[in-house]
């Protein structure tokens, strides 16, 4: 393909009656979702000339993208960021400018809808904002490839920790029937001495044969550091309410042990990965920059290469 063919016409303006700045020029609006996205192109003149769905998958991309070309779009704006679409539209050499989700609250508004999100309405919202406001914006900017695998770390790690706070949840509702005093007993639910605690006495009965010496030794050989001493537990575990007993109850112990299993293994890949993202972050060539950024811990800091290209 030509150099000709690759370049899209550059967005030009006017001035409307009102003396508002105008786009000229064909553009789209794309609404994300997580597996029917859809897209609205409008004309200079904010007509919309078509409207259409597309599936999260390669050839359906693809596809959208010969569309949107076809149709004379040369900019498109899109809830987010990062992704295979946004990937797409940036290797055809379209301008991707990022409007993200909260901010279409309030144009929804000068639409004379404030309701429930619609897909439709919200694609066309996309493209008609980008159309009278987009001359404000600027253009999402593709991260570089260290950039790129930082923030894939990044996002597999917030994965892993939202899956590690519904097994937490889990625990927890099959604890309130099988052992109450182990809510709570320690600050950690998800990591440290509590995991142990729960491998070795899964159940209220096993717990049972626990004193406050037993325990005691217990949380010496486990490493506690937790500063409660262990007839404080001890006293927590005795005035608790019961749990379950008898085949129920080594039911629940063996759910017990099913989803401390999992926190188990969810912490050490969490950990793998924290090792992971803080080399590659040390050994970014950008890390100078993200590390001045006001709060940026370094997940954070990774973060932000996404958003700095956003407009404002």
């Excluded at 016409?9 to 000229?24: K, L, N, Q, W, Y």
């Excluded at 295979?84 to 993200?100: D, I, K, N, S, Y």
């Excluded at 790129?148 to 920790?161: E, N």
């Excluded at 729960?198 to 486990?222: D, E, I, N, V």
Aim: hydrophobic fraction near 45%; charge should be positive; aromatic fraction near 6%.
């Amino acid at each position: 393909m030509s150099d000709q063919h690759q370049r899209l016409p550059p967005a030009t303006f006017r001035i409307d009656e009102s003396g508002a700045v105008m786009a000229v020029g064909v553009v789209a609006g794309i609404d994300w979702a997580s597996e029917v996205h859809v897209a609205c192109v409008l004309g200079g003149d904010g007509v919309v000339a078509g409207r259409f769905s597309f599936t999260h998958d390669a050839a359906a991309i693809r596809t959208m993208i010969r569309r949107l070309k076809s149709a004379g779009v040369a900019r498109v704006a899109i809830e987010r960021g990062d992704g295979p679409v946004v990937e797409e539209l940036l290797a055809a050499g379209l301008a991707v400018f990022v409007v993200p989700s909260r901010q279409i609250k309030g144009p929804r508004t000068r639409y004379g809808s404030a309701g429930n999100k619609d897909d439709r309405f919200d694609a066309y919202v996309l493209a008609d904002t980008l159309r009278t406001d987009g001359h404000r914006w600027k253009p999402l900017r593709p991260d570089t490839e260290p950039t790129r695998a930082l923030r894939a770390l990044c996002r597999s790690r917030k994965d892993l920790v939202e899956t590690r706070v519904q097994v937490i949840g889990q625990l927890r509702a099959n604890l309130e029937l099988a052992f109450p005093g182990a809510i709570g007993l320690f600050t950690k639910p998800a990591s440290g001495i509590s995991p142990a605690f729960l491998k070795r006495f899964p159940t209220a009965a096993k717990a049972a044969w626990l004193s406050p010496g037993r325990l005691g030794s217990r949380l010496r050989s486990a490493g506690y550091t937790g500063g409660i001493s262990a007839a404080i537990l001890h006293g927590r575990l005795a005035a608790a309410a019961p749990g379950l007993a008898g085949p129920e109850g080594e039911a629940r112990g063996q759910i017990t042990l099913a989803f401390v299993a999992m926190l188990t293994a969810l912490n050490e890949q969490i950990t793998v990965l924290d090792a992971g993202i803080g080399r590659m972050f040390a050994a970014h060539p950008d890390q100078h920059i993200f590390s001045s950024l006001p709060r940026s811990g370094t997940i954070r800091a990774v973060s932000v290469p996404g958003e700095q290209h956003r407009h404002p």
